[in-house]
């Protein structure tokens, strides 16, 4: 209910998470599905850290994540089912491999587990739009079918353009090559954009 620390609206927004158990995404398209998704997990994400303050450790913060959770249509998601086992369910990312390392944190979805028909294929630009509130994470940002692939692109390209990094670097003179100095732009990428570099790329090239 509302109180001093958690306001009307507050009130109201958690109230309207109710309407979520009346969701059927059976005969949603893969756009909505995509969509969809992206913006509950931001959204559990946000809600998750209002609720239970800002995790200290990597470690508290995937306790977080695998005990906040909506229940949706007759099914209830966590943040881990959401991110790893619908929108990245095809892939291994490098930071499921730390986590399954040291934190052991469940597989994705079983054979016979009936969230299953909710996944949608795999694209490596979907995670350029989670937000998980830290200084390197992608921004907030809300999406809809009609526009996905333009704003997947976009997510992509305002992460790269605010956190790559530009350096002018003068190239040495060379008798053979160079009669004057000149200098080059190096670009360092974030990590982020390393790992997921081939799936980049091959969209990159499939466009060309």
């Known amino acids: 209910r509302a109180s001093k620390k958690f306001p009307l609206k507050w009130y109201a927004f958690t109230k309207t998470l109710d309407e979520l158990r009346k969701v059927h995404l059976g005969e949603c398209d893969r756009e909505t599905l995509t969509a969809f998704w992206i913006n509950i997990y931001n959204c559990l994400y946000m809600h998750a850290f209002v609720i239970r303050g800002v995790p200290q450790s990597e470690h508290e913060r995937v306790r977080v994540c695998r005990q906040a959770c909506y229940k949706i249509g007759e099914y209830q998601y966590s943040l881990l089912d959401v991110k790893y086992s619908i929108l990245r369910d095809t ?56 526009l996905l692939d333009q704003l997947l692109d976009y997510a992509v390209q305002r992460y790269a353009t605010r956190f790559s990094r530009f350096d002018f670097c003068a190239m040495r003179r060379s008798s053979s090559v160079l009669k004057t100095p000149k200098s080059v732009v190096r670009v360092t990428f974030p990590e982020l954009m390393i790992w997921y570099r081939r799936g980049l790329m091959g969209r990159t090239s499939s466009k060309k």
């Open 91 to 146: 892939f291994m990312a490098p930071e499921r491999l730390l986590h399954e390392k040291i934190l052991l944190f469940p597989p994705s979805f079983r054979e016979n587990d009936p969230r299953r028909k909710f996944i949608v294929k795999s694209d490596p630009r979907v995670t350029f739009t989670l937000c998980n509130g830290t200084i390197s994470s992608p921004s907030l940002l809300i999406f809809c079918a009609e």
